[in-house]
Nanobody, 120 residues
Framework: QVQLVESGGGLVQAGGSLRLSCAAS????????MGWYRQAPGKQRELVATITGGGNTNYADSVKGRFTISRDNAKNTVYLQMNGLKPEDTSVYYC??????????????WGQGTQVTVSS
């Protein structure tokens, strides 16, 4: 019922920038919190940043001051602007959205992931 499609990943040199986008589509009532998570090989998936429907944001300490999360509610899209990228930011980045599709409880949905590779 809900699809999340990410775009914007790629290869960049250390110190460079990338902008990720994630658009939600399908049939639903409301999208609550949206966020970005990442998972490097051999590691657990970790939170990068989240943003509520009202625009309140939360960041992992490792990305504070470098990454900015934003959303366009009219387009059901969340963005992640990544500046000052470091090799340790190399991961598959996943979009997440907490979505209410009916009168029941909301559920979490995930995108397919987009690779971000930062070369030193």
């Amino acid at each position: 019922q809900v699809q999340l499609v990410e775009s914007g990943g790629g290869l960049v040199q250390a110190g460079g920038s990338l902008r990720l986008s994630c658009a939600a589509s399908g049939s639903f009532f409301v999208i609550n919190t949206m966020g970005w998570y990442r998972q490097a090989p051999g590691k657990q998936r970790e939170l990068v940043a989240t943003i509520t429907g009202g625009g309140n944001t939360n960041y992992a300490d490792s990305v504070k001051g470098r990454f900015t999360i934003s959303r366009d509610n009219a387009k059901n899209t969340v963005y992640l602007q990544m500046n000052g990228l470091k090799p340790e930011d190399t991961s598959v980045y996943y979009c997440n959205a907490n979505v209410r599709v009916d009168w029941g409880s909301p559920s979490d949905y995930w995108g397919q992931g987009t690779q971000v590779t930062v070369s030193s």
